[in-house]
């Protein structure tokens, strides 16, 4: 079965930054894609940014919330995917989840991923 363990999160300052990290055993990066999604109380869990690897080559996605803000990168040695998070805002407070699938497919669909890390607090307030 495979695990995996989100860190990272806190309380940071609009305008600060947080890097996750999503850290996965017993598969090889390589050949699945890990997304990171989140959700806030009161609100369903959305996608925020997932990598994933074709014939292996890696690709990216961002939800355009996202885009141009957070990146998303990962080390194979190390079994892990990190989210670098910048210019953070308020509306990015969250629960940030970690799930492995085989691809990202269209916008991260939900029921497409498995493994479903514990989450991390993400709290962004001056």
């Known amino acids: 079965q495979v695990q995996l363990v989100e860190s990272g999160g806190g309380l940071v300052q609009p305008g600060g930054s947080l890097r996750l990290s999503c850290a996965a055993s017993?598969?090889?990066?390589?050949?699945?894609?890990i997304g990171w999604f989140r959700q806030a109380p009161g609100r369903e869990r959305e996608g925020v940014s997932c990598?994933?690897?074709?014939?292996?080559?890696?690709?990216?996605y961002y939800a355009d919330f996202v885009k141009g803000r957070f990146t998303i990168s990962r080390d194979d040695a190390k079994n892990t995917v990190y989210l670098q998070m910048n210019s953070l805002k308020p509306e990015d407070t969250a629960v940030y989840y970690c799930?492995?699938?085989w691809g990202c497919g269209y916008r991260m669909p939900l029921g497409d991923f498995r493994s479903w890390g514990q989450g991390t607090q993400v709290t962004v307030s001056s």
């Open positions: 017993e598969f090889t990066l390589d050949l699945h894609a």
């Open positions: 990598i994933g690897s074709t014939d292996h080559t890696p690709y990216t």
């Open positions: 799930a492995i699938a």
